[in-house]
């Protein structure tokens, strides 16, 4: 009897101590509650692309610049768009420079339709590729993690008055071959695109402003994304190939950065030194809810 006694006043005492502390301890607010999501999802995709993880079986990437590493990083990239319910397809080619250099390689891609049969496009994208005994976070495995955790959103709205497609590009570091040949693939498809939007050297934040660094090809584009940002947005006054590249086709385009024109950018990009454990996640993550905040107003339109 003494022992059951006992053991009801443990029981009621430890019943009050986890309600005080329940009532003491400060309830996670509904920003800290997406920010750990969506850093839940991007370390796995930035640890398994930088090799700070396996990739497959025991295979840690060493830099995504080979042949065999890219090819690794393609299958990674279309399994992982399978398991968030979408349907990836590769874009395959095998084409000769002008100095007759050879370049094999896989675009992957993926649409989340509209669900008013609209036939506009806005493309969400950024290259997997990095240069030779680079593990590529900053540079860029940190724009594949925003890219992917949007698709994932996108494909869980119930209503989108737009098609989204999300493509990963290979051979960037080759003259952009991948980019080029899958632009050119969209116009000679007949693809009906509203903008493009890319994210790169996104990862770095060394004043912890989490400010971003953006250049739009029209005031509508850029007034979305400063509307849609709870933090500064800079103006990039020089555009970057890409940008370039998209607006010749005719393409309205966003290219969104860490301050480059601050130079609170990664030190270590195109190195072996860009690793997984230089990767701010708190903001990617801020970045990563600004461009899915983005992708969701123009959804609603």
């Not at 009621?12 to 301890?25: G, N, V």
Request: with cysteine; aromatic share 12%; net charge positive.
């Amino acid at each position: 009897m003494e022992y059951k006694t006992y053991k009801m006043k443990y029981y009621r005492t430890f019943l009050l101590l986890f309600l005080f502390i329940s009532q003491i301890a400060p309830a996670q607010t509904e920003e800290e509650r997406i920010e750990a999501e969506i850093i839940n999802v991007q370390r796995t995709v930035v640890a398994k692309l930088t090799g700070h993880e396996p990739i497959k079986g025991k295979k840690r990437l060493k830099s995504r610049a080979s042949a065999s590493e890219r090819k690794l990083t393609a299958d990674f990239l279309m399994n992982s768009l399978k398991d968030i319910g979408l349907k990836p397809e590769k874009h395959t080619y095998n084409v000769q420079d002008k100095k007759k250099n050879q370049y094999a390689g896989s675009n992957i891609y993926a649409t989340i339709p509209a669900t008013n049969g609209s036939d506009e496009f806005v493309i969400i994208c950024a290259h997997y590729d990095t240069v030779e005994n680079s593990p590529g976070a900053i540079h860029n495995a940190t724009g594949i993690a925003i890219a992917y955790y949007v698709a994932q959103k996108l494909a869980q709205l119930e209503e989108r008055n737009k098609n989204f497609m999300i493509v990963f590009f290979d051979h960037w570091k080759s003259n952009m071959i991948g980019t080029r040949l899958f632009t050119k693939k969209l116009q000679t498809d007949g693809y009906n695109v509203h903008s493009m939007h890319r994210s790169d050297y996104m990862g770095w934040d060394n004043d912890e402003d989490r400010a971003i660094e953006m250049i739009a090809s029209n005031l509508s584009l850029e007034s979305l994304y400063r509307l849609e940002s709870p933090v500064p947005v800079y103006k990039r006054e020089v555009a970057t190939p890409e940008s370039r590249f998209f607006s010749n086709f005719g393409y309205d385009t966003v290219t969104l950065t860490a301050e480059l024109r601050n130079a609170d950018n990664s030190p270590f990009v195109r190195q072996s030194e860009d690793k997984y454990t230089t990767v701010n996640f708190k903001y990617l993550a801020s970045t990563t809810n600004i461009v899915y905040n983005v992708m969701r107003a123009m959804a609603k339109e």
